[in-house]
C-alpha cells in the first residue's frame, strides 16, 4: 500500500515560516490534502488539491507538491497554529485513503 | 453546509460488535460519499471506509474482514459495525463527508467524533 511519511514534529518561532514536509513515492502525480487537528478538536481541512485554501483558512497556509515531496508553509506562524497536521492522498491504485502520520508543530 | 453526528456506545466489549450511527444535516444525502474515519488514542487518523447513498461501498482493507457500512436515505443517516473487536479497535471515531470518491477526494466535513473504548 502506499506510504506517506510525514516528521514527528517540526519547531518555529513566532513569525516565522513553518515548512512541513509529507514524503512519498511520486507524490507529485497525486492530489494532497492537509488538515490541522487541535487537542481534543476534529480535524479541519487547511489545503486541497495540492494548494487549494478552503473558505474561511487564513492565507498563511499555503501547499505545494512536487516529485516526492509535498509541503504545507504556514507563514507568519502564531501560537494558534501549534497543532498537529497531517497529509492524505487518495491512492490511485488501491482506490483507497492513505493518511500520513501526523506532525506536530511546535511554537517556540 | 453539511453537519454530522457521531451516535452510539462509548464502551464495548470484546469480541462483541462496534456500532454507531451518524446523523447527517445536509440538503441531499447523494451528492457526497460518507466515511468513517478512527484515531486511537495518541495516534494517527486511519480511514475505514466509505458508503455512497446507493449503497455502494468501498472499505480499507486491513478492516474489510470486520466492517460494514449502511445508509439510510429516509433518515439522513449512515451506519458503520465493526466486529470482534479487540482493545487495538479503542478509537475516536468520526463520521465524515466527501464529494468524490478519486484523486480528489478530501474531507472537508467532519462530525464532532466519539470515543469508544474496547474493555471486558
Known amino acids: 500500500s502506499y506510504v506517506l511519511t510525514q516528521p514527528p514534529s517540526v519547531s518555529v518561532a513566532p513569525g516565522q515560516t513553518a515548512r512541513i514536509t509529507c514524503g512519498g513515492n511520486?507524490?507529485?502525480?497525486?492530489?494532497v490534502h492537509w488538515y490541522q487537528q487541535k487537542p481534543g478538536q476534529a480535524p479541519v481541512l487547511v489545503v486541497y488539491d495540492d494548494s487549494g485554501r478552503p473558505s474561511g483558512i487564513p492565507e498563511r497556509f499555503s501547499g505545494s507538491n512536487s516529485e516526492n515531496t509535498a509541503t504545507l508553509t504556514i507563514s507568519r506562524v502564531e501560537a494558534g497554529d501549534e497543532a498537529d497536521y497531517c497529509c492524505?492522498?487518495?491512492?490511485?491504485?488501491?482506490?483507497?485513503?492513505?493518511f500520513g502520520g501526523g506532525t506536530k508543530l511546535i511554537v517556540l | 453546509q453539511v453537519q454530522l453526528q457521531e451516535s452510539g456506545p462509548g464502551l464495548v466489549k470484546p469480541p462483541e460488535t462496534l456500532s454507531l450511527t451518524c446523523n447527517v444535516s445536509v440538503d441531499s444525502i447523494s451528492g457526497y460519499y460518507w466515511s468513517w474515519i478512527r484515531q486511537p488514542p495518541g495516534k494517527g487518523l486511519e480511514w475505514i471506509g466509505y458508503i455512497y447513498y446507493n449503497g455502494n461501498t468501498n472499505y480499507n482493507p486491513s478492516l474489510k474482514s470486520r466492517v460494514t457500512m449502511s445508509v439510510d436515505t429516509a433518515k439522513n443517516q449512515f451506519s458503520l459495525k465493526l466486529t470482534s473487536v479487540t482493545a487495538a479497535d479503542t478509537a475516536v471515531y468520526y463520521c465524515v463527508a466527501s464529494e468524490y470518491d478519486d484523486d480528489r477526494a478530501y474531507f472537508e466535513y467532519w462530525g464532532q467524533g466519539t470515543l469508544v473504548t474496547v474493555s471486558s
Open positions: 511520486n507524490i507529485g502525480s497525486h492530489s
Open positions: 492524505q492522498v487518495w491512492d490511485t491504485r488501491t482506490d483507497h485513503v492513505v
